[in-house]
T-cell receptor
Framework: GAVVSQHPSWVICKSGTSVKIECRSLDFQATTMFWYRQFPKQSLMLMAT?????????EQGVEKDKFLINHASLTLSTLTVTSAHPEDSSFYIC???????????FGEGSRLTVL | RKEVEQDPGPFNVPEGATVAFNCTYSNSASQSFFWYRQDCRKEPKLLMS???SGNEDGRFTAQLNRASQYISLLIRDSKLSDSATYLCVVNGGSYIPTFGRGTSLIVHP
């Protein structure tokens, strides 16, 4: 079964609205989670590292005020795309490392379409 | 130089062929290594971890060469269902995973 769950799988919204995506670790505690974005036929791009109880660490070029990350508990991180625009349409995926080797478990991904 | 480099391909091979992918990494302190498989419009899924001694899982063999800083993935007897993008993932000492851009494999009849 899934180890990391992501919700929603699909979301379509109007330009200017905000969208929240949740990422949950189901059977382990994740002090760290990672958020990625993937455009069609392109590689996964790390957006930010979500840290439980502290501020997220954003990759260069990712606007922290646009992509709000909250990691309020050891099993939940949320990504909020604020004032979404069509160029934000993408596949957003979270992952969490588990165990001593840090094997990554991915959520199912959230496909965002902004009209 | 990118931290993790992969040949993006695509590798276009017939069913039954043997195909090999390499992935080079720049951080000599990297501690764990993985191959993931990503199907179109899906999330990556772990294919196999890569151990120093090398490991095999059915038709798949992974190797690690620390001296030359690369890992490899060998797929024998390719199936149509092997068509996917194969991602190399390297964990540095801080366990922040670094992804290669992926290698696209297309297996045709």
């Amino acid at each position: 079964g899934a180890v990391v769950s992501q919700h929603p799988s699909w979301v379509i919204c109007k330009s200017g609205t905000s969208v929240k995506i949740e990422c949950r670790s189901l059977d382990f505690q994740a002090t760290t989670m990672f958020w990625y974005r993937q455009f069609p036929k392109q590689s996964l791009m790390l957006m930010a590292t979500s840290n439980e109880g502290s501020k997220a660490t954003y990759e260069q070029g990712v606007e922290k005020d646009k992509f709000l990350i909250n990691h309020a508990s050891l099993t939940l991180s949320t990504l909020t795309v604020t004032s979404a625009h069509p160029e934000d349409s993408s596949f957003y995926i979270c992952s969490a490392p588990k165990g001593d080797t840090g094997e990554l478990f991915f959520g199912e991904g959230s496909r965002l379409t902004v009209l | 130089r990118k931290e993790v480099e992969q040949d993006p391909g695509p590798f276009n091979v017939p069913e039954g062929a043997t195909v090999a992918f390499n992935c080079t990494y720049s951080n000599s302190a990297s501690q764990s290594f993985f191959w993931y498989r990503q199907d179109c419009r899906k999330e990556p899924k772990l294919l196999m971890s890569v151990y120093s001694s090398g490991n095999e899982d059915g038709r798949f063999t992974a190797q690690l060469n620390r001296a030359s800083q690369y890992i490899s993935l060998l797929i024998r007897d390719s199936k149509l269902s092997d068509s996917a993008t194969y991602l190399c993932v390297v964990n540095g000492g801080s366990y922040i995973p670094t992804f290669g851009r992926g290698t696209s494999l297309i297996v045709h009849p």
